[in-house]
């Protein structure tokens, strides 16, 4: 499991041009199952997205697919954790021991 932290390095006016695109980015892998949640920081400086990846090399090719990547719009800063405990609603997403 991953989370994945983005820090907007331009203007919000510049991200909002590529919003749409990165939606669409979102949307595709959330189809896929590799996005579990996402959402904005507050204040906006940026992102969350819970990734269930294969690994990290996996997610990083992901990450490269992000118009806010290929436009330079955002740092990106991934953490990769053993989920062992939750609520009920999202067991399935711990580890098998």
Partial sequence: MF???????Q?????????????????????AGVFIMSGRKQPRTGGIILAKAQNL???EQIIQQDP????QLADYEITEFLPS???SELSHLLLER
Avoid at 3 to 9: F, G, N, V
Avoid at 11 to 31: G, M, P
Wanted: glycine content about 0%; proline content about 0%.
């Fill in 3 to 9: 989370i994945i932290s983005l820090t907007y390095k």
């Fill in 11 to 31: 203007s919000n006016a510049e991200v909002d041009k590529y919003i749409d695109s990165h939606r669409i980015f979102l949307t595709k892998f959330y189809a």
């Fill in 57 to 59: 090399a996996s997610l």
């Fill in 68 to 71: 806010f990547y290929i436009h």
């Fill in 85 to 87: 405990k939750s609520i």
